[in-house]
C-alpha cells in the first residue's frame, strides 16, 4: 500500500461516484525522438500531377505551388510549396511503352537476323496477321544476301585521283510488316508500319528497326498528352501557375 499523497481536482459537477486513480511506479517509457517531416516526391505516368491535384488541392494553397511543362523531355512536374524545403514533388513523364523499348524501334539498338527471328516468334501477339510473322521468322532464320560491289581506284600523274566505292545489297528480307502496340506506357494500341534496315559488311549483319509512322505518331500525342493533362489541371486548380520551361 501506497502512502504518497495524491491531489485529485473533483469538478464540480461530481455525483460522488468513487473516483478511480491509476498509480505507475518505475521509469518511464523514453520518448521517441521528433522526426523531420518527410517530403514527397513521386515520379509515374504523365497524369500523375493531375491526380495529386485531383485529391489534395483542398490542402494546398495554390498561389505558393508551380506547374512547369517540359515538352522536349515530356514532362508535367508539380511543386506545392515553392519556398518550403519540405514541399512536395510530383513528375509525370509521357515514357516509351514496355514494348517499343524491347523492339528497339526507333533506337540504336541492333538485332543479328536469328536473334531477331526468334524474338518475333516469342512476341507473334503483337501482330494483326499471324501468317506475316509466321513468314517474317522464316525469313530471318534463313537469311540470305547478295552484295555486289564495285571499286574504283585511280590516280592520274598530275596528281587526280578517283576512288569511289558502291555497294548494292539484295536481300530476301521484307520492305516492312506491320505491328500493333501501344507506343507510350498506359496507352492504348496502335497499329504501326516497321521497316528492316540492313547492314551489311563482310559476313556480318546486323539489322535495326524503323518506323516512320511511329515517330510521327509521338510527336502529335506528345503535345495533345500535355495539353489536355494542362486542360484537367487547370480545371480542378485554376489558380496553380503553369510554366513552360
Not at 538485332?111 to 527471328?117: D, T
Request: with cysteine; aromatic share 8%.
Amino acid at each position: 500500500m501506497y502512502s504518497e499523497k495524491v491531489n485529485v481536482i473533483v469538478p464540480e459537477n461530481y455525483s460522488g461516484q468513487p473516483i478511480e486513480i491509476i498509480w505507475r511506479d518505475g521509469q518511464a517509457a523514453k520518448q521517441l525522438d521528433p522526426k523531420e517531416p518527410q517530403p514527397v516526391n513521386i515520379s509515374g505516368t504523365i497524369d500523375s500531377p493531375f491526380r495529386w491535384l485531383e485529391k489534395r488541392v483542398e490542402l494546398i494553397d495554390q498561389k505558393q505551388a508551380n506547374i512547369t511543362i517540359n515538352r522536349d523531355n515530356m514532362q508535367i512536374s508539380l511543386v506545392d510549396k515553392e519556398t518550403d524545403f519540405y514541399n512536395n514533388g510530383v513528375t509525370g513523364t509521357l515514357q516509351p511503352s514496355k514494348e517499343m523499348v524491347e523492339f528497339g524501334i526507333n533506337s540504336d539498338k541492333i538485332w543479328e537476323p536469328i536473334k531477331l527471328s526468334k524474338f518475333l516468334k516469342m512476341h507473334r501477339a503483337f501482330f494483326k496477321d499471324k501468317t506475316q510473322n509466321m513468314m517474317l521468322v522464316s525469313t530471318l532464320k534463313n537469311f540470305k544476301a547478295k552484295v555486289n560491289q564495285d571499286i574504283e581506284r585511280s590516280k592520274e600523274e598530275n596528281g587526280s585521283k578517283i576512288d569511289n566505292y558502291s555497294q548494292v545489297v539484295d536481300s530476301n528480307l521484307p520492305k516492312s510488316f506491320k505491328l500493333n502496340m501501344p507506343l507510350f506506357k498506359g496507352f492504348a494500341c496502335e497499329e504501326i508500319e516497321v521497316e528492316i534496315y540492313a547492314d551489311v559488311d563482310g559476313r556480318e549483319v546486323s539489322l535495326s528497326l524503323v518506323s516512320a509512322g511511329a515517330n510521327e505518331a509521338i510527336e502529335e500525342y506528345k503535345n495533345k498528352v500535355i495539353d489536355e493533362q494542362i486542360s484537367l489541371i487547370k480545371s480542378v486548380a485554376p489558380d496553380i501557375v503553369i510554366i513552360e520551361v
